[in-house]
C-alpha cells in the first residue's frame, strides 16, 4: 500500500462551486499533515497544515480522521485562479514527507 | 533573492553521462531535502540532510545517486551513468527543522536523459 493515496482526478468545477477530495495515508503513527498546491510547473507550496481539530483559511477547509486515516480538503466558491494540483502531504516517520499523487481541479468559467 | 535556488534549471545529457546537480537553500534552514517528480506524479523523496548529516535515503535510491552537504549549507545530488528513467524534475527543498512546519522548495532541475 502506498504511503499517501489520492484519485489524480482531473475534477472539473465550475467557478463559484464548492469541491471536495480525500487522500488517505497507511502510516497510523503520522502526526504531520498538510496540503501543498502546484501549479503547472511550479514548485509546490504549502496550502495549508491539517491539525486533529481541522483547520479553515478562507475558502479553503481541512479536516483529519485519525481513526480512518484520511485528510480531506474543500474548496468553496472556487474561483478561475483556484486551478492546480492539490498535493496531500504526510509525515512518514523521520521528519520524512511523504507526498500524494496530487489531485488536479480544473475551474471551468 | 533569499528562496532556495537550484541549478541548473535544465539539464540534458546523454545515457552514459554523469550529471551534478546543485541547491543552495535558505541561509538559516538546517534541513534540506531532495525530491524527484515526473509528470503525472507528486514528488518522491530521495534522501535528506539535518546539517551536513545524511539522516535517511529512500530504498528506491540506487547506488548510482549521491548527495552531500559538505558544511551544512549547500548540497550537491550526483546521478552517475545516467539511464533515461532518470529523466524526471530534482526539486530540492528546506525548512528550519521543527516540527509541522513547511517545507520551502526550489524551482527545480530539470533532467532530460536522451
Known amino acids: 500500500r502506498k504511503e499517501v493515496e489520492q484519485d489524480p482526478g482531473p475534477f472539473n468545477v465550475p467557478e463559484g462551486a464548492t469541491v471536495a477530495f480525500n487522500c488517505t495515508y497507511s502510516n497510523s503513527a503520522s502526526q504531520s499533515f498538510f496540503w501543498y498546491r502546484q501549479d503547472c510547473r511550479k514548485e509546490p507550496k504549502l496550502l495549508m497544515s491539517v491539525y486533529s481539530s481541522g483547520n479553515e483559511d478562507g475558502r479553503f477547509t481541512a479536516q483529519l480522521n485519525r481513526a480512518s486515516q484520511y485528510i480531506s480538503l474543500l474548496i468553496r466558491d472556487s474561483k478561475l485562479s483556484d486551478s492546480a494540483t492539490y498535493l496531500c502531504v504526510v509525515e512518514g516517520g523521520n521528519n520524512r514527507l511523504a507526498f500524494g499523487k496530487g489531485n488536479q481541479v480544473v475551474v471551468i468559467p | 533573492d533569499t528562496g532556495v535556488s537550484q541549478n541548473p534549471r535544465h539539464k540534458i545529457t546523454k545515457r552514459g553521462q554523469n550529471v551534478t546537480f546543485r541547491c543552495d537553500p535558505i541561509?538559516?534552514?538546517?534541513?534540506l531535502y531532495w525530491y524527484r517528480q515526473t509528470l503525472g506524479q507528486g514528488p518522491e523523496f530521495l534522501t535528506y540532510?539535518?546539517?551536513?548529516?545524511?539522516?535517511?535515503k529512500s530504498r528506491l535510491l540506487s547506488d548510482r545517486f549521491s548527495a552531500e552537504r559538505p558544511k551544512g549549507s549547500f548540497s550537491t545530488l550526483e546521478i552517475q551513468r545516467t539511464e533515461q528513467g532518470d529523466s524526471a524534475m530534482y526539486l530540492c527543498?528546506?525548512?528550519?527543522?521543527?516540527?509541522?512546519?513547511?517545507?520551502?522548495f526550489g524551482s527545480g532541475t530539470q533532467l532530460s536523459v536522451l
Open positions: 527543498a528546506s525548512s528550519l527543522g521543527k516540527t509541522n512546519e513547511k517545507l520551502f
Open positions: 541561509s538559516e534552514h538546517n534541513r
Open positions: 540532510f539535518q546539517n551536513e548529516a545524511q539522516l535517511e
